[in-house]
């Protein structure tokens, strides 16, 4: 019987040692597999930024955020405006925000805010509420609303390339101005109601 002790006392390094090389493992595995999942993410992120910029995206889409700095978000007061229906009387009641790139860029657009409501109210009243209530018609108000946001501050923004702006287009060739950086980054609806 005494023999037989040492051999238990002997089996038990072994399983020690194979606990610690499959956790070995497991962790090297998971490691890997982390490590992996970031550099696609990267990757995915990289070819989204190139695929904006070659879509024609606005160059405020690529102006770098400082982490350390909250954004600024400039309120407008609410839009009630009659919608440009024909076979009904409907209106829209629409709460907007633009985020802009600082304060002091906030402040000065203070001072142009009656012509910047103004050229948003314009917009509004133009659209049906066909128009605005699919997400691709938000979309599109989200682009003018910015161009026209920016208009006062004497900034002039391409318009967006699509589909029907290009059919409307006369062929002849106009030549392009260097691209302005919009201080306008997003324009954010706060409340959109269509009656």
Do not use: C, W, Y
Not at 52 to 57: L, S
Not at 77 to 85: G, R
Not at 133 to 150: C, F, N, T, W, Y
């Amino acid at each position: 019987m005494a023999t037989a002790a040492p051999a238990g006392d002997a089996a038990a390094p072994k399983g020690k040692k194979k606990l610690i090389i499959i956790i070995a493992a497991v962790l090297l595995v998971v490691l890997v597999g982390g490590g992996a999942a970031v550099l696609m993410m990267k990757k995915k992120a990289a070819a989204a930024d190139e695929e904006g910029a070659e879509d024609g995206a606005p160059a405020a889409a690529h102006i770098k955020i400082d982490p350390k700095h909250p954004p600024v978000f400039l309120p407008l007061d609410p839009f009630t405006v009659n919608l440009a229906d024909k076979d009904a009387d409907r209106f829209a009641q629409v709460g907007i925000t633009l985020e802009v790139v600082d304060q002091a860029t906030g402040d000065q657009m203070k001072a142009f805010m009656p012509a910047i409501r103004s050229n948003v109210l314009m917009i509004l009243a133009h659209k049906t509420s066909a128009e605005l209530l699919s997400l691709e018609g938000k979309e599109k108000l989200a682009r003018d609303i910015l161009r026209a946001s920016v208009l006062p501050m004497g900034i002039e923004l391409d318009p967006e390339d699509d589909e029907v702006a290009a059919e409307e287009a006369p062929k002849k060739k106009k030549k392009k101005k260097a691209a302005q950086a919009s201080p306008v980054l997003k324009v954010h609806f706060s409340n959109f109601i269509i009656q």
